[in-house]
C-alpha cells in the first residue's frame, strides 16, 4: 500500500498548479531535500524540485505519473515503480525511485532511475 506522504508526492507531479504543488511538498518533502534526477542531476530544496516539477509539467503538457507498484521498504529506505503517460494514456517512460526517509518521515531524498529493472 502506498502510504501518505508518497502518495502526496506523487499527486505533486500531477498538482495542476504551483500553489497546490508546492503545498503538498511541504507535507511530504523536508525544507532541504533532494531530487537525483538523472537527466538534470542534483536538485536541492523544496522550491527548486517544485520548479523541476513544474518544468516537467510545461514539457510534457497532459501527462501524468502514476505509482505502479507496491512500495517496498526498510530501514529508512524505499522503492516503488512509476509510469508517465501522455494525455492519451499511453505509456511514455516507465522508472524507479528510491528514496530515503527523515527522522520525521517525510522524504528526504529521491532518487530517480529511468527504464525498467532487467531480469
Known amino acids: 500500500m502506498i502510504d501518505e506522504l508518497i502518495a502526496a508526492y506523487d499527486r505533486a507531479w500531477n498538482a495542476p498548479d504551483a500553489d497546490?504543488?508546492?503545498?503538498?511538498?511541504?507535507?511530504?518533502?523536508?525544507?532541504?531535500?533532494?531530487?537525483?534526477?538523472?537527466?538534470?542531476?542534483?536538485?536541492?530544496?523544496?522550491?527548486?524540485?517544485?520548479?523541476?516539477?513544474?518544468?516537467?509539467?510545461?514539457?510534457?503538457?497532459?501527462?501524468r505519473v502514476t505509482i505502479t507498484s507496491e512500495v517496498d521498504e526498510h530501514n529508512g529506505f524505499a522503492r516503488y515503480s512509476w509510469t508517465i503517460t501522455d494525455r492519451d494514456d499511453q505509456p511514455i517512460l516507465r522508472g524507479l525511485d528510491v528514496i530515503e526517509r527523515a527522522d520525521d518521515q517525510r522524504l528526504r531524498r529521491v532518487i530517480m532511475f529511468f527504464g525498467e529493472l532487467s531480469t
Request: hydrophobic fraction near 45%; include cysteine; charge should be positive.
Open 20 to 63: 497546490t504543488r508546492i503545498a503538498l511538498l511541504r507535507s511530504c518533502l523536508t525544507e532541504d531535500a533532494e531530487l537525483v534526477d538523472p537527466q538534470a542531476g542534483r536538485i536541492r530544496g523544496r522550491e527548486a524540485i517544485s520548479a523541476r516539477i513544474g518544468g516537467f509539467a510545461d514539457r510534457f503538457a497532459g501527462a
